[in-house]
């Protein structure tokens, strides 16, 4: 019977698995990084989405990070996987220019991570002495994605533009150890949605693909979430920090072994 009930166990523990993918066994993970660096979050204005108003989205998501890094850290030192983790204090648009190389993208659009420059690794590293960094960079991209009507009854494939974030943990050496990204990259927000109820009332099969405003934007970036009486974070950091966490942190699972 005991047997029975350990086996439920893990099988409940696997299936909530974290999210993202790692590029070097757990074990060996958990005994590198001991003390995690968290960079601030960083914007990638470089992008070719067919989105219309990018620049305000930038400049607005941009004010909208700030510090916000803080709160990563916080909920990364609740799940007591490393000995430290320590938040940096640095310029994250100097550090996107200096930091990034080209992100490579899938067939659909997805952003299959970056390349990180060598030399800024190791100087971010050295003088905050850290055993490796977490970099979560948004880019605005477009996919190929499939979107439903409110009545799930009709369904447009196509390119939308999509606010997306990567993550990265990147040892002192350069090598990426843990990843988020490809079609796992996080859906920060929808920039763009299919009129599905324009077509219907013009009586067409032509569904046009509209752009959310800036002001839509900006509500967005600031929602409560939902469970929560008083907002403590906006929903999307709250989501985004909530996945990087479960992915980097160890579990049960790994504490068995």
Not at 23 to 49: A, C, F, I, W
Not at 227 to 253: C, N, Q
Request: some cysteine.
């Amino acid at each position: 019977m005991k047997k029975m009930i350990f086996s439920l166990v893990l099988t409940v523990l696997l299936a909530g698995c974290g999210s993202g993918t790692f590029h070097v066994p757990k074990q060996e993970y958990q005994s590198r990084v001991q003390v995690l660096g968290v960079l601030p979050l960083l914007v990638d204005r470089n992008t070719t989405m067919n989105y219309p108003y990018s620049d305000a989205l930038f400049d607005i998501l941009s004010r909208s990070a700030v510090d916000k890094h803080q709160a990563l850290a916080d909920e990364l030192r609740k799940k007591k996987g490393y000995f430290d983790v320590r938040t940096l204090q640095v310029d994250p648009q100097l550090t996107a220019l200096s930091l990034l190389g080209p992100a490579a993208h899938d067939k659909n659009g997805y952003p299959l991570g970056y390349s990180f420059d060598l030399a800024t690794v190791s100087e971010l590293t050295k003088r905050n002495v850290v055993d490796a960094l977490l970099v979560v960079v948004f880019s605005g991209e477009q996919v190929k994605e499939t979107r439903r009507s409110r009545t799930k009854l009709e369904t447009l494939n196509t390119d939308f533009s999509d606010l997306l974030a990567t993550a990265a943990v990147v040892d002192r050496n350069g090598q990426v150890l843990w990843q988020l990204a490809g079609e796992d990259s996080f859906q920060a927000l929808l920039l763009q949605y299919a009129d599905f109820d324009e077509a219907y009332y013009n009586r067409t099969d032509v569904v046009k693909v509209k752009n959310i405003s800036i002001s839509g934007i900006e509500r967005a970036l600031d929602e409560d979430p939902e469970h929560k009486g008083t907002k403590v974070l906006p929903e999307m950091y709250e989501d985004l920090f909530s996945e990087i966490a479960s992915g980097i942190s160890p579990g049960l699972l790994d504490s068995l072994r």
